[in-house]
């Protein structure tokens, strides 16, 4: 059942008279529910409850927190269909699509539960003293990760479940053993209470304390700024917008307190197409491309929005077969009416710079909130003097970038904004000759791809999401896989402490048997 209530920590609550709809994109219509913004008092309260449930929570054993992400899992799965059903209707996406999410947030938990159980996430380092040391003895020190404190993680419009409510940046946090705050994306606010319900049930179910989850609704701006700027908030975990995420890193940095913004904001992608792949297999990469470039009405953070070639027969014969191919994709459903617009919006923008050529554009008329994919072409030069065209045009688009030699390549790639992901097309030993524009493209990405497309991000531990700026706030971290998990800790020393009173990690005698660095061994030996 979708109340439209926030949850403050284990309870519901309307307090509030500001009210708002979901909408259903492929119907064109608004959904039944009515959703309640939370009221500032409920924003203090949740907060509050979370500093609270941090004291007993950041003590809980990994064991403990596995227990409680397992049964989140559990829980998210006994909501069966219907929640396939809401997803749907409020995204505009497919059920096998939201059968497959499904799958990746139960994935994910699962993942940072078996994280926990290892328990070498914390990085114990012992370093144990030497009292005859001269001319200083040396003293006992040990090191370990902890949790950082509450976090308010922002759900994403375009992945209502693994980048939401119980989805990556929730997860890692849980993990982490920090309280979270969702702040509920207003686009699928009945899906985020009915993942909210199964956290909630979850904790109860295996002692957790309460205000360890809360989610809160808003179709603003205010409820968000309230919680970043909250004292009892130590860190943010954001999937959106450059605009969005940069606006809440600059709001965190005015704080008493400045507190860590991990922001995932966007990126193009860029795709190299070296000569003698385009020579020996053009049309076969444009039909790849042209498939990754639609793929989702191309709502995914890592389409290829930029493909990158030098001139010759080859990029004339990939342009040629990609225009077609493209053109044979049937248009698909946005995730909402703002989104759609704002693409066409960027799309256009980008269609009316000098210099630009329309390589394909599908101009039919296509049902409401349907996007109509385009691909269009400039030179390197033009590119290099016009900055617009290096902004993101999120939907099912892209623009190729001609160049003249591998000196311009060179040169686009220098002057590129950073990136989540990088792709090279190349044949074999090709790349002997280009290693400078593989060193240029590895500075500016957080993944570097050889021979596929980065639309598709595998979660497992070797994955890095993230990138330099703009890609995200943080090119040090990730935002996908179990290493995610060291955005919301902190190191932390012990020095000659007693040996009862220090963490189980750390013990003498490493009563959870982990792997720990002692005096600059890897071991999981006791001392």
Request: glycine share 8%.
């Amino acid at each position: 059942m979708i109340t439209g209530k926030n949850y403050i920590g284990n309870q519901l609550s309307a307090k509030g008279d500001k009210v708002f709809t979901t909408f259903n994109p492929l119907l064109n219509k608004n959904n039944d529910w009515n959703i309640t913004e939370a009221t500032p008092e409920e924003v203090a309260k949740a907060a509050s409850l979370a500093a609270s449930a941090f004291k007993e929570y950041s003590k809980f054993s990994g064991k403990k927190k596995a227990s409680f992400l397992i049964a989140i899992a559990e829980e998210i799965e006994n909501l069966g269909d219907n929640l396939l059903e809401v997803y749907c209707a409020e995204s505009g996406l497919p059920q096998g699509r939201a059968n497959g999410e499904r799958g990746r947030t139960l994935g994910q938990l699962r993942a940072f539960a078996n994280h926990l159980e290892d328990g070498s996430w914390v990085e114990a380092t012992i370093d144990t003293a030497q009292p005859d040391r001269q001319p200083i003895p040396k003293v006992d020190l040990r090191k370990m990760n902890v949790a950082l404190g509450p976090v308010v993680v922002f759900g994403a419009s375009n992945f209502p479940l693994a980048f939401s409510t119980a989805g990556g940046d929730a997860a890692a946090a849980l993990a982490a053993g920090c309280p979270v705050i969702v702040k509920s994306h207003p686009m699928h606010a009945a899906t985020g209470e009915m993942v909210a319900s199964a956290i909630v049930k979850a904790a109860e179910k295996t002692g957790m304390p309460n205000g360890v989850f809360s989610n809160l609704n808003s179709n603003g701006n205010d409820v968000g700024q309230q919680l970043v700027l909250n004292e009892n908030i130590k860190a943010v975990g954001f999937t959106g917008s450059l605009k969005g995420g940069r606006a809440l890193y600059n709001l965190a940095a005015t704080r008493k307190e400045p507190i860590p913004v991990f922001a995932e904001m966007g990126s193009v992608n860029p795709v190299v197409l070296l000569p003698k792949a385009l020579e020996n297999r053009a049309e076969s990469i444009a039909k790849t491309y042209a498939g990754s470039i639609t793929l989702g009405a191309g709502q995914f953070c890592t389409n290829p929005g930029l493909i990158i070639g030098v001139k010759s027969e080859g990029l004339t014969n990939f342009t040629n077969s990609l225009a077609s191919d493209i053109k044979e994709v049937t248009p698909s459903c946005m995730l909402h009416p703002n989104i759609a617009n704002a693409y066409y919006k960027n799309k256009e923008t980008a269609l009316n710079q000098n210099g630009v050529a329309v390589l394909a554009e599908i101009s039919e008329n296509v049902p409401a909130n349907f996007a109509t994919q385009a691909v269009i072409t400039v030179s390197g030069a033009v590119f290099l003097k016009n900055p617009t065209l290096h902004h993101e045009v999120f939907g099912p688009f892209s623009l190729v970038v001609q160049c003249e030699d591998k000196a311009e390549l060179e040169e686009v790639l220098a002057n590129l904004e950073g990136q989540l992901t990088g792709t090279i097309i190349s044949d074999d030993n090709e790349l002997e000759n280009y290693k400078t524009v593989v060193n240029e493209l590895q500075n500016k990405v957080g993944r570097i791809i050889f021979n596929g497309v980065p639309t598709g991000v595998e979660v497992c531990p070797s994955m890095l999401h993230g990138g330099p700026y703009p890609a995200s706030t943080d090119s040090r971290f990730t935002a996908v896989g179990v290493d995610s998990i060291k955005r919301f800790v902190r190191p932390f020393s012990f020095q000659d402490w007693p040996n009862n009173l220090l963490p189980e990690e750390l013990k003498n005698e490493n009563p959870l048997g982990i792997l720990r660095t002692v005096n600059g061994v890897k071991t999981d030996k006791e001392i």
